[in-house]
DNA sequence: TAGCTACATGTCTATATTTACATATAGTGG
DNA sequence: CCACTATATGTAAATATAGACATGTAGCTA
């Protein structure tokens, strides 16, 4: 693949896994190549190269996975929020939960657009295997999502309770009283 | 609260929404201290510092929760590692997803002794508030969690099915004939 | 053929993050 | 009272990442 469509297949169907841009592409490509894990195997119109991984590359690919756990961190911006919610108006809180909701609904919907692409697409021996790998992520990515959304209703309505047993004192009063 | 807390803080409760160690979170004291966001409110023994928050910083925390819409990038590198899992055998598969299933029930467990610590501990109208959001956020690690290990064991089983359907040929097998 | 859009590749600067290095002390158990 | 452990705070260097800047072209349509 040339950078280009790296940075397309990082924007999509990566996204979830790893997003990369492209400063960051460009120059690692450059890198791997250096080091002899990838090459150029053509290039195109608007100075476009597409490069192959090497005999190198695959190894090293091999290695990473077999010599090497993986980093199982995970960072989630709209998670850490949630612990400061508290701050806010429970009407505003409400509002967060909302908008989470539109956004992993959209995500829901274009990875469930891949998959019935993906179905649709008739794949050979030589590329089967690769399918079938990225159909296991792909399918986190729908679970992911599908979890993600029933936890933001239910956190939702855990607020939206609290608020009307609290009878109108919102948590920013309860701090205001606090805070004297 | 002091450095050393924060990065235990970040080791426990946070580390599921934003894992950072103190080599990041000393210099961050400092530059909040600076910006005049927190300020020190306690000298203890071992040159401890306790921070707290000031005025600003709590309307600055506010800000950023009403004004920026959350990062919902999301990096996970075992599912990355999903993606190249074609490049193994199968044995090799179905062992990354044990150790997967593995990990991330110790992860589970740790969260469900967190929420049953939470449970037992009495709140006092001051920081009801700050466990009610902290609730939630421990929720969806609950959930993640669940949702991770239940979709390992069902790509695990992909991977069973699809080696013995294929009869002993696994992925690299496949590979190293398109390869000539 | 002019203008637009998608393609295509890069660099630079600032910031964030990790890993390794470095130091020191309070409290505890033997 | 000695050794150990957990507490406690930092820095330095390398790497990774993000965001802004910069450039140029192929192909299509009006």
């Known amino acids: ?5 790296l940075a397309r297949l990082f924007e999509g169907t990566l996204a979830r896994a790893w997003p990369a841009q492209h400063p960051q592409i460009y120059p690692a490509l450059a890198s791997l190549e250096e080091h002899g894990l990838i090459h150029v195997s053509e290039e195109g119109p608007r100075r476009r190269k597409t490069y192959a991984i090497t005999e190198e590359g695959r190894e090293e690919v091999q290695r990473w996975l077999r010599e090497t756990s993986p980093d199982r961190r995970s960072r989630n911006e709209a998670i850490l929020r949630v612990f400061f919610l508290w701050l806010l108006h429970a009407d505003e809180a409400i509002s967060f939960f909302d908008d989470e909701i539109v956004a992993h609904e ?37 679970r992911y999502e599908r979890e993600y959304i029933e936890w933001a209703k239910w956190a939702r309505k855990q607020v939206a309770r609290r608020e009307r047993s609290s009878d109108g004192k919102c948590p920013q009063d309860e701090n205001a009283v606090r805070r004297q």
């Open 106 to 142: 959209r995500k829901l919907a274009g990875f469930e657009q891949t998959r019935a692409d993906d179905e649709r697409r008739q794949h050979g021996a030589d590329t089967e295997a690769v399918a079938f790998a990225a159909g296991l992520a792909l399918e986190w990515g729908l």
């Open 1 to 5: 693949m040339s950078g280009y469509e």
